[in-house]
C-alpha cells in the first residue's frame, strides 16, 4: 500500500481562506462511508482536510504550493488505525449477525472511539463476551481481506449483509467466507492486522443498543491504561488484584457508614444550636446569618427551632434566605417572596409556612432583608 507519491497539480483554488488542490491521482482517503478523512503533507505542508465533491477529490492546505510538481506523504499511523477500526467494525458487525441476527444501523469512526448501533434493545453480558470471542478468533484466523468491484448482476449472486441504497458497480470488501459488504473505505490485507477487538461499553440508543468498541492500537492503549490503574489500586490497598473488587466494595461501604455517623452528629449539633437560640430568644421572630453554610444546614436547623416552640425564623446565607414558621397567626412567606423579593430580582417561592429565595445580588437580599424585618418583625 502506497504510503508516498510523487504526483502533480491539475487544479487549485481558494476557498473560505484555504487553499484547494486537485492532484492528478492521490493516496489521501476523503471523508466518507462513515470514516475520516487521511493527514498527511504535500510538499512539506500539513494536509487539513481531504473531501470529495462532484466527483473530485480536493486537498485542503492552510498555504498554497508553490510548485506543480508534488510529493504526497501519508500520515500511515492514522490510515492504519482507521484501517484497523473499520475492518474491526465489519467483522463485529457480521458476527453479531450470524449469531444473535442483529443487524447494524449506523457506524461511527471517531478520534477516541469507534461504535455500532444494533437492532436490539438489549445487549445481555454473555451475548457481548460470546462475540467479543467470536471476532477476536476470526482475527487470530488471519484470514484475508478482499475488495473488488461488482456489477449488479454479479452482486445479486453475492450474500452481502447489507444491500445498499445505490445504483450501478459497486465495490466489495470480503472477509474471506465471513462477510461481504459493499464498502469504499479503507482496510487491512488480513484480519490479523486489526490485532485485537475489545467491546468497552455498551448502551441503550433510540430503540437500539450502541456498542463501543476499540481495535488495534487503540485497544492496547486501553488495556496498558486499565492495567497501569489496577497497577496502582493494587498497590493503594494491598491487597491482590483479584481482590480488588471485594476491597473496593468494602471501603465504599466503610465511607457509607462514615458519611451516615456524620449526618446523625451534625443533626445532634443542630439540635444543641437550636436549643441554645431558643433559649436565648426574646422574640418569636429571630434573624440568624449563617454564611457558609448548607441549604440542607439550614433547613435541619430551621426544623429543630420549630420543634421547640413556636417561631418565625429567617436565616441568611449570604446569598440566599430560608424563610419558615409556624406562628399562630396568618403569615404567607410564599406570597412574600411573590410580592417583594421578585421584584428584587429574587429567585424562589414556597409555601405559606416555608420559602428560600436566592440573590445574585447581595444589596438586593438586604433591601429585601430590611422589608420583611418591617413586615413581620424580625430583630
Same mark, same amino acid.
Given at each position: 500500500?502506497?504510503?508516498? !507519491?510523487?504526483?502533480?497539480?491539475?487544479?487549485?483554488?481558494?476557498?473560505?481562506?484555504?487553499?484547494?488542490?486537485?492532484?492528478? =491521482?492521490?493516496?489521501?482517503?476523503?471523508?466518507?462511508? @462513515?470514516?475520516?478523512?487521511?493527514?498527511?503533507?504535500?510538499?512539506?505542508?500539513?494536509?487539513?482536510?481531504?473531501? =470529495?465533491?462532484?466527483?473530485?477529490?480536493?486537498?485542503?492546505?492552510?498555504?498554497?504550493?508553490?510548485?506543480?510538481?508534488?510529493?504526497?506523504?501519508?500520515?500511515?499511523?492514522?490510515?492504519?488505525?482507521?484501517?484497523?477500526?473499520?475492518?474491526?467494525?465489519?467483522?463485529?458487525?457480521?458476527?453479531?449477525?450470524?449469531?444473535?441476527?442483529?443487524?447494524?444501523?449506523?457506524?461511527?469512526?471517531?478520534?477516541?472511539?469507534?461504535?455500532?448501533?444494533?437492532?436490539?434493545?438489549?445487549?445481555?453480558?454473555?451475548?457481548?463476551?460470546?462475540?467479543?470471542?467470536?471476532?477476536?478468533?476470526?482475527?487470530?484466523?488471519?484470514?484475508?481481506?478482499?475488495?473488488?468491484?461488482?456489477?449488479?448482476?454479479?452482486?445479486?449472486?453475492?450474500?452481502?449483509?447489507?444491500?445498499?441504497?445505490?445504483?450501478?458497480?459497486?465495490?466489495?470488501?470480503?472477509?474471506?467466507?465471513?462477510?461481504?459488504?459493499?464498502?469504499?473505505?479503507?482496510?487491512?490485507?488480513?484480519?490479523?492486522?486489526?490485532?485485537?477487538?475489545?467491546?468497552?461499553?455498551?448502551? *441503550?440508543?433510540?430503540?437500539?443498543?450502541?456498542?463501543?468498541?476499540?481495535?488495534?492500537?487503540?485497544?492496547?492503549?486501553?488495556?496498558?491504561? *486499565?492495567?497501569?490503574?489496577?497497577?496502582?489500586? &493494587?498497590?493503594?490497598?494491598?491487597?491482590?488484584?483479584? =481482590?480488588?473488587?471485594?476491597? &473496593?466494595?468494602?471501603?465504599?461501604?466503610?465511607?457509607?457508614?462514615? =458519611?451516615?455517623?456524620?449526618?446523625? !452528629?451534625?443533626?445532634?449539633?443542630?439540635?444543641?444550636?437550636?436549643?441554645?437560640? &431558643?433559649?436565648?430568644?426574646?422574640?418569636?421572630?429571630?434573624?440568624?446569618?449563617?454564611?457558609?453554610?448548607?441549604?440542607?444546614?439550614?433547613?435541619?436547623?430551621?426544623?429543630?427551632?420549630?420543634?421547640?416552640?413556636?417561631?418565625?425564623?429567617?436565616?441568611?446565607?449570604?446569598?440566599?434566605?430560608? !424563610?419558615?414558621?409556624?406562628?399562630?397567626?396568618?403569615?404567607?412567606?410564599?406570597?412574600?417572596?411573590?410580592?417583594?423579593?421578585?421584584?428584587?430580582?429574587?429567585?424562589? @417561592?414556597?409555601?405559606?409556612?416555608?420559602?428560600? &429565595?436566592?440573590?445574585?445580588?447581595?444589596?438586593?437580599?438586604?433591601?429585601?432583608?430590611?422589608?420583611?424585618?418591617?413586615?413581620?418583625?424580625?430583630?
Amino acid at each position: 500500500m502506497l504510503q508516498e !507519491l510523487t504526483t502533480t497539480v491539475v487544479a487549485s483554488q481558494e476557498r473560505a481562506g484555504q487553499h484547494l488542490v486537485v492532484l492528478q =491521482e492521490t493516496i489521501f482517503y476523503p471523508t466518507g462511508g @462513515g470514516q475520516p478523512h487521511d493527514l498527511g503533507t504535500l510538499n512539506g505542508e500539513l494536509l487539513l482536510d481531504v473531501f =470529495e465533491e462532484d466527483g473530485i477529490i480536493y486537498h485542503v492546505l492552510e498555504n498554497p504550493l508553490s510548485q506543480t510538481d508534488v510529493e504526497c506523504v501519508l500520515d500511515w499511523a492514522r490510515r492504519l488505525d482507521h484501517m484497523q477500526q473499520h475492518t474491526g467494525q465489519h467483522l463485529l458487525s457480521a458476527v453479531f449477525a450470524q449469531k444473535f441476527g442483529y443487524a447494524t444501523a449506523s457506524f461511527h469512526l471517531g478520534a477516541e472511539y469507534c461504535s455500532i448501533d444494533i437492532s436490539t434493545p438489549s445487549l445481555p453480558t454473555s451475548e457481548q463476551e460470546q462475540v467479543e470471542a467470536g471476532v477476536n478468533e476470526l482475527i487470530f484466523a488471519n484470514l484475508p481481506v478482499l475488495t473488488y468491484n461488482v456489477t449488479p448482476a454479479e452482486l445479486a449472486q453475492i450474500p452481502v449483509r447489507k444491500l445498499p441504497q445505490v445504483e450501478g458497480d459497486l465495490r466489495i470488501v470480503e472477509i474471506q467466507g465471513i462477510d461481504y459488504s459493499p464498502c469504499s473505505g479503507t482496510h487491512v490485507a488480513t484480519t490479523g492486522e486489526i490485532s485485537l477487538l475489545k467491546i468497552i461499553k455498551v448502551e *441503550k440508543y433510540k430503540g437500539m443498543t450502541r456498542v463501543y468498541f476499540l481495535c488495534g492500537q487503540r485497544a492496547l492503549q486501553d488495556y496498558q491504561n *486499565k492495567h497501569s490503574l489496577c497497577t496502582q489500586l &493494587v498497590a493503594l490497598l494491598s491487597v491482590p488484584q483479584e =481482590e480488588l473488587p471485594t476491597r &473496593v466494595q468494602g471501603e465504599l461501604q466503610h465511607r457509607l457508614n462514615l =458519611e451516615r455517623r456524620v449526618q446523625e !452528629l451534625q443533626a445532634e449539633l443542630l439540635r444543641f444550636k437550636a436549643q441554645e437560640i &431558643v433559649v436565648s430568644a426574646t422574640e418569636p421572630t429571630l434573624y440568624l446569618d449563617l454564611p457558609g453554610a448548607s441549604l440542607e444546614e439550614a433547613q435541619h436547623l430551621a426544623r429543630a427551632i420549630l420543634s421547640l416552640g413556636s417561631f418565625c425564623v429567617s436565616i441568611n446565607l449570604g446569598d440566599r434566605l430560608v !424563610l419558615t414558621h409556624n406562628l399562630a397567626q396568618e403569615l404567607n412567606l410564599g406570597q412574600l417572596v411573590k410580592e417583594h423579593a421578585q421584584p428584587l430580582g429574587g429567585r424562589g @417561592g414556597g409555601s405559606a409556612t416555608s420559602a428560600q &429565595v436566592f440573590f445574585a445580588q447581595p444589596e438586593s437580599l438586604q433591601e429585601f432583608l430590611n422589608t420583611i424585618k418591617k413586615m413581620c418583625n424580625f430583630v
